[in-house]
């Protein structure tokens, strides 16, 4: 029979291991990940039930093996040899396998194999917050894994969190529109956590509504939401703030209402003070920067209508001229802030690169963005972003090769491939090789005539 052990926080360490877990944190905080690996496995061992330490165990793992160049992926992990042992063997002393299992991951964070095996042991002692963080680091590291995501959500569903299971699901739909099993389990799941917290029961008894409210929900999960609808649960919502904003759900439900509305500046409020309820959940604050981004492109938008039916109104040129400006340093602002608070994460750093290019700060973004490109499942659109800003220096050549390593690795001629041969086309021009930019050009016009200007460009070389 497995162990029984409990998950702990840091208050129900022993006194005399409370300076071990300081000295971790204390590497953590100068960066010294390495070492912090090493202590915080040492902790694990006494207490592999403190979540958080898992946690920042994981987190020190990625930024070692980022900062010697990223781990040498398959398609959803690394080859662990050892792995097969290490399942036989948990299967009879599952406590005694968790270090060493440990000690593999360090190889690969992410691993698929590794994290399910981490999930399973997790399970059969009761961890199930691990089980839950095993499955979510693979659904981190590797959002295209949809197999390890279907098992996600499975857990969250035999676990009564239809909200989180919901979220996975649109995320496997995200990877794969084709999945009808996500796209079914998606709705299910928001009908289910929508009825959770209205107050029915597992009976299907209301417990707060009527039947006829409860109908109304069902359908408003199938269906969406009209208008008339958000507006009627914005005001709800509304209401249920006014008597406690400190309630995570309904500040968070009211942040989703007013972006189904397109109400930017609403939801940036909400989206936001729900970070701060959170105690720093990056996925509040990253959707209250987008909220915020959004708002400012719909003023750029208005007011760019309003310039363009009164092109001579100086007073709108420089209200246009300003807000561009400061929603370009604005981004850089918020991409800064989402590097610092999460400097591992390859896709933020991208976010960080772009916006300092659109700042025109070409040198800055280059070594974010070359950090992004080990992040493969945005690797092609960082290799694209990253040509452009060489040509913006003036480094030709440099920036010939990312698009030409970018373009090597699409092998289907879809819009993405498309961009990247017309940009490498217009380089090659900028170089003065006619050739190789009408090689480019040609690839574009044999499969699609009318692709920007490329077949007056091409036409001209038979003229």
């Known amino acids: 029979m497995s162990e029984a052990i409990t998950e702990i926080q840091e208050s129900d360490l022993s006194p005399q291991d409370k300076p071990l877990w300081t000295k971790a944190s204390n590497a953590v905080q100068v960066g010294n990940h390495g070492y912090a690996v090493t202590i915080i496995q040492a902790v694990l061992k006494e207490y592999p039930g403190f979540i958080g330490a898992r946690r920042i165990l994981r987190q020190c793992m990625i930024a070692e093996l980022n900062k010697a160049g990223g781990v040498k992926k398959g398609m959803f992990g690394s080859p662990i040899s050892g792995l097969s042992k290490l399942a036989s063997r948990a299967k009879k002393e599952p406590l005694a ?53 279907h098992k996600l959500a499975d857990y969250y569903l035999s676990t009564d969190q239809p909200g989180k299971a919901a979220e996975v699901y649109n995320d496997i739909v995200k990877a794969d529109p084709t999945d009808s099993t996500a796209i079914k389990g998606a709705k299910d799941s928001t009908a289910k956590a929508s ?92 959707k209250a920067s987008e909220m915020k981004e ?80 080990r992040n493969p499942h945005i690797r092609i659109k960082v290799l694209l972003l990253l040509g452009q800003t060489f040509e913006k220096k003036g480094m030709l050549d440099l920036a010939v090769k990312q698009l030409t390593d970018a373009n090597s690795e699409l092998t289907v001629m879809d819009g993405t491939k498309k961009d990247i041969l017309y940009n490498l086309g217009l380089i090659h021009d900028k170089k003065g090789d006619a050739e190789a930019a009408l090689e480019c050009f040609k690839t574009i016009y044999e499969v699609d005539y009318g692709y920007r200007d490329v077949a007056p460009r091409v036409e001209a070389q038979y003229q």
Do not use: C
């Not at 059969?124 to 197999?147: C, I, M, W």
């Not at 939801?267 to 509040?284: M, T």
């Open 195 to 286: 009825m959770k917290q209205g107050g029915w029961g597992g009976d299907g008894g209301p417990q707060k509504k009527s039947q006829e409210e409860f109908e109304q929900l069902e359908a408003a999960s199938r269906t969406g939401l009209t208008r008339e609808q958000l507006e009627a649960k914005r005001d709800r919502l509304a209401g249920e703030y006014a008597e406690d904003s400190n309630n995570m759900r309904v500040v968070r439900d009211l942040a989703d209402t007013y972006e189904q509305l397109e109400d930017w500046a609403n939801a940036a409020v909400f989206y936001d003070w729900a970070f701060q309820l959170s105690a720093g959940d990056v996925s509040l604050q990253n």
């Open 294 to 373: 959004k708002d400012a492109e719909n003023q750029l938008v208005t007011l760019r209508a309003q310039l363009a039916a009164d092109p001579e109104n100086a007073e709108l040129k420089a209200q246009v001229e300003e807000l561009e400006k400061v929603k370009i340093s604005g981004g850089v602002i918020e991409a800064k802030a989402r590097v610092d608070q999460n400097p591992t994460d390859p896709k933020l750093r991208y976010e960080y690169g772009k916006a300092l290019y659109a700042a025109g700060e070409y040198s800055e973004a280059i070594p974010h963005l070359q950090q992004a490109t």
């Open 97 to 149: 396998v968790l270090p060493d299992l440990e000690k593999e991951l360090t190889k690969d964070p992410g691993n698929d194999a590794a994290n399910t095996l981490l999930h399973d042991i997790a399970l059969s002692l009761g961890l199930t917050e691990t089980a839950a963080f095993a499955l979510e680091t693979v659904r981190e590291q590797y959002p295209d894994n949809t197999k390890s995501l």
